[in-house]
């Protein structure tokens, strides 16, 4: 997003509402944090009051929420929208790293002691999953809210379990390279749009004494994100009905384009491209070395732009493709349901519970939060302006080259940490790509 709009939308939440972010202390020390979040697993909780205007529909009493990530500003729009119009709710708000998260979300459903909102990942994938959570019990059915149906029909096998919507997407998440605009000026690069475009990019990168690809694999879900990058274009591309070929066992990783995504993966690290010791390198540092110029690209999440902003200048990044082929026409990006929230289906406060979630669907919110995120609105609407940064992956929206989240239809969680283990494996050259290829392909055909 342009500085002066990004701006404008922070100044807007926050002289509007009176919310600003020091009302969030952020990664606190040991023993902050809700029941069952002690020690270093709470990285931010608090209770958070402030005044606000409008009647109450929230019930009142206190409202528990989680969430995951390190950027606090979206949550910030959407409890300051909740405390206008619920002034006498207090909100207790716990803010953790995801794998931290995910481990701490799961004991705490087992046990009885989790908040009344919190963020759910859509599809399949992880611990924290809605085909993980859903089944066992732990979420509310909320297809009697007013936002079910405005879900796009897309995100419904990723949203729904057995017909019943049962998250709310308050994002609609891209993958690509967030690039540091600065430096593609100073070498007069333009956006590669095949492989060998992208390896002349990092040639020339390379060559001028910067880091063409900034790469923090110490970070477990930084792993497999490369890949992700590159599977659409090496995969599905070719095949959009690869994940139903995958079910019925008419298809494998090991005999998909997934190995020469795997291939290219290498490929990059052995031409040199990516700063030294990525298995050293953390999500933070990943970023920090884009923000600073010190590396040009990171391949990313589109909702980490506002975290590398923070960690440099505004209006100084933008997101590309990645591409993986050398056809334009079969460059092909990841775009999934992203940031999501679920209702506790043993909610202390199932009324505020289904009140903030009502407030997270108003368009003003989403488009806010999202806007925040470097990412679009979860559900549609004519209100939303993409923001220049985004502008380069828009066409493969509206062509409908898109994946989602290759993970979000995958039959369970292990195939997720199968791959961020091999990824990190074949960085160290304890495995080859067909070892690496055949657990997964194991974890997989495990089900669900």
């Known amino acids: 997003m342009s500085k002066d709009k990004r701006d404008a939308v922070r100044e807007g939440g926050s002289s509007k509402r009176e919310f600003s972010r020091q009302d969030f202390l952020y990664f606190v020390g040991a023993g902050a944090g809700i029941a069952a979040l002690s020690g270093p697993l709470a990285a931010c909780s608090r209770f958070i009051g402030g005044a606000g205007q409008g009647s109450s529909s929230g019930g009142g009493g206190s409202l528990r929420v989680a969430t995951t990530g390190i950027n606090p500003e979206p949550i910030q729009v959407f409890i ?11 909100v207790s708000l716990t803010n953790a790293d995801t794998d931290k998260y995910q481990t701490t979300l799961r004991t705490q459903l087992s046990s009885g002691t989790a908040p009344d909102v919190f963020f759910v990942w859509p599809g399949n994938g992880n611990a924290m999953a809605l085909k993980q959570v859903g089944p066992a019990g732990y979420i509310a059915d909320l297809s009697d809210q007013p936002w079910a149906d405005d879900i796009p ?39 590669p749009g095949t ?127 990645f591409p993986g082929n050398e056809e334009p026409d079969k460059l092909w990006i990841p775009a999934a349901a992203g940031g999501s929230f679920g209702l506790n289906a043993e909610a202390k406060n199932p009324e505020g519970g289904k009140e903030l979630l009502r407030v997270m669907a108003e368009p003003e919110n989403m488009n806010q939060a999202a806007s925040l995120q470097g990412a679009l609105p979860g559900i549609p609407n004519d209100q939303f302006e993409v923001d220049p940064d985004l502008k380069p992956m828009m066409p493969f929206l509206d062509e409908g080259k898109t994946v989602p989240f290759m993970d979000q239809l995958w039959p369970n969680a292990e195939v997720q940490q199968i791959h961020f283990a091999v990824v990190q494996q074949l960085f160290t050259g304890e495995i080859t790509i067909d070892e690496a290829l055949r657990r997964m392909d194991e974890a997989y055909q495990k089900g669900s």
């Open 80 to 90: 300051g929208a909740f405390k206008d119009k619920n002034p006498d709710t207090k």
């Open 195 to 321: 492989w060998n475009e992208l390896l002349s990019f990092c040639d020339k990168i390379k060559a001028s004494g910067k880091v063409p690809i900034a790469l923090g694999n110490a970070t477990p879900w930084i792993t497999q994100l490369i890949d992700y990058a590159l599977v659409p274009s090496t995969v599905y591309a070719d095949n959009p009905d690869f994940d139903e070929d995958m079910k019925t066992g008419k298809a494998t990783f090991a005999n998909s384009g997934w190995r020469d995504a795997m291939e290219k993966y290498l490929e990059l690290n052995d031409r040199g491209y990516f700063n030294e010791s990525p298995l050293g390198t953390s999500y933070e540092q990943q970023l920090q070395l884009v923000a600073k110029g010190d590396a040009a690209m990171a391949v990313q999440v589109s909702t980490s732009l506002g975290q590398v902003e923070n960690y440099g200048e505004k209006d100084q990044y933008i997101v590309l493709p």
């Open 153 to 191: 029909e897309r995100y419904e096998s990723v949203t729904q379990l057995d017909g019943k919507t049962m998250i709310l997407p308050t994002t609609t998440t891209l993958i690509g390279a967030i690039t540091n605009k600065q430096i593609m000026d100073d070498l007069a690069l333009e956006a």
